[in-house]
């Protein structure tokens, strides 16, 4: 069987940024699974999936643009401390979630001063090139139940 649309898919994957980094990692875990064609995963890597067999073995680098996209300046903002409530202790790295007026997003703190904190709401991995290591460990037909709801069960 190869992947194609409607297949779920499992696959060990390790992703490294271009200085080699592991940014994340299947290993020790269980396979990740998702359903080829449903947007479970990035475009890049799911493009790339296509046609594949069971054991097949691959690298794939990922542009911004089929990845979590190119950063966008304007999401880095100053917003006052009072923003945080009660949270004394803030450092550049954090990561907090706040609510903005399209839901909650997840920003990291940039800098900080007296009154102010910089985030970044970009997507940690935006504008990043990403490189995966791919192993298909299986691929099956997808119930009509888990197309309906556009994920694995
Ligand atoms: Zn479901």
Same mark, same amino acid.
Do not use: C
């Given at each position: ?54 054991? *097949?073995?691959? +690298? @794939? %680098? !990922?542009?911004? $643009? ?10 880095? =903002? ?34 900080? *001063?007296?009154? +102010? @904190? %910089? !985030?970044?709401? $970009? ?10 290591? =791919? ?19």
């Amino acid at each position: 069987m190869q992947i194609a649309n409607d297949k779920v898919v499992s696959i060990h994957y390790t992703l490294k940024d271009n200085d080699g980094k592991i940014l994340d990692s299947s290993e020790g875990k269980e396979p990740l699974k998702y359903i080829q064609g449903k947007q479970n995963i990035i475009p890049g890597l799911e493009n790339a999936m296509e046609g594949k067999s069971v054991g *097949d073995k691959f +690298n @794939v %680098k !990922v542009q911004p $643009n089929e990845g979590y996209g190119e950063r966008n300046d304007q999401m880095v =903002v100053s917003i006052p401390k009072t923003s945080f409530g009660e949270i004394k202790e803030i450092n550049p790295g954090m990561q907090f979630q706040l609510n903005s007026q399209n839901g909650p997003v997840v920003v990291t703190v940039v800098e900080t *001063d007296d009154e +102010n @904190v %910089k !985030v970044d709401a $970009n997507h940690p991995l935006a504008g990043v090139e990403l490189n995966f290591d =791919v192993e298909v460990m299986d691929i099956r037909e997808a119930t009509s139940e888990e197309l309906d709801h556009g994920h694995v069960h």
